[in-house]
């Protein structure tokens, strides 16, 4: 291997991605699989922890998630995409992790507390909801990863995981290594319908969508309510179809003034973004159509990471034996 630093990053099998994937991530992970050494999870046992009930979907969810990693310019050959259940070092760190993590740390956790809190669809009172952030600290520290590129949200799992890497490299000796965030630019999409785009809201544009869709669902888009007529002075900030003209349209701060002096209308404004949406997306529909064509290309490719995968987590997994004590001598 050369001497570039280590990434690890992970997302859970939700199916096919939004533009909010796009921007809060995906547009990271394809800078930055030139500068590090990439290790690009499909999360599977996550997508466990709290879908344990219904797993009908989650083969199919990977097989649409790795399409669009793929699709977007995620490259096979510069970075290992695997899956984490095939990998089953995550699973032994899991469990050799959970042993020196105090109970406290993972009640403590903001994510643990909201989500308990916000999510009422699913039963979340489980030991492997609990242990969530166990598990992440699992997947980074198996591959000594140096950097992880997170979003706010995962921040308190990062910072989670170096304390447990403190914490092992106490006991037993300086084996793990403590992961730093990469924290990159990312930009906060709004859904149609200005809240969070998310997919069970139902307000998503999906990656490598159809033009017509895309145009049906611009028409639909968030604006200002206290502007009726066309010439009435807009309010930029709080309006969806600007927010997505931050990020098509080179020219948006014109867009904004325009807006706000009333010389261009939601209509008007809607149909060019449209268009500027349907240039970025018609390549990518065709790329996707030819990527989910060849369902043995993608498999072949998740067999090749998961092999560099596990090269790097059996070396990792037989330090951390040793020094641990256990196992053969
Ligand atoms: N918890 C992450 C999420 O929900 C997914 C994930 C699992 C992950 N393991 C990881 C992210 C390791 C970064 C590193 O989005």
Redesign the pocket.
Known sequence: MNDKKRV?????PTGRLHIGHYFGALQNWIKIQNDYNCFF?V?DW?ALTSDYADTSKIKENIVDMVIDWLTIGVDPEKVAIFR?SEVAQHCELFLMLSMITPLGWLFRCPTYKEQLKEVKSKDLNNYGFLG?PV??AS??LLYKAQA????E??LA??ELSREIVRRFNNFYGEVLVEPQPLLTKTARVPGLDKRKMSKSYGNSIFIAETTEDIAKKVKTMYTDPARIKATDAGHPDGCVVFAFHKLFNKNFEERKCQCEAGTIGCVKCKKELTELMCEWTKPLVQKRKEISENKQMIEKILQQGQQKAQEVASQTMKEIKQAVKIGKV
Do not use: E, F, T
């Not at 690890?8 to 859970?12: F, H, N, V």
């Not at 992880?148 to 979003?151: E, F």
């Open positions: 690890l990053s992970g997302m859970r999870m999360a996550h984490q969530y598990l992440m997947d980074i992880v590129p997170v979003g949200d995962q799992h990062l």
